[in-house]
């Protein structure tokens, strides 16, 4: 099966939760490009941005865009 590439860029206003922290880290195939905005990239975006939408509803973290780019399949 192919894997796809992209890259999720999450502009938002307030602080990440620890909860949204401990689930990045927990993650395989993420890295945390950015932090304001928080960029990630991930061997399957869709599936990553699927995840954590329960994440970007906290009280502590305002969503503002969510941007989802797939680059390749591999």
């Not at 999720?8 to 307030?14: A, L, N, T």
């Not at 880290?25 to 990239?41: D, M, W």
């Not at 991930?42 to 780019?69: C, H, K, S, T, W």
Request: charged content about 35%; hydrophobic content about 40%.
């Amino acid at each position: 099966m192919a894997h796809r590439e992209g890259q999720i860029r999450i502009e938002y206003e307030g602080r990440i939760s620890r909860d949204l922290h401990e689930c990045l880290a927990a993650f395989r195939g993420v890295r945390v490009k950015g932090n304001s905005p928080l960029v990630l990239e991930a061997r399957e975006p869709e599936d990553v941005l699927n995840r954590i939408l329960r994440y970007l509803g906290d009280d502590q973290m305002m969503v503002r865009r969510v941007e989802l780019r797939s680059a390749r399949a591999h």
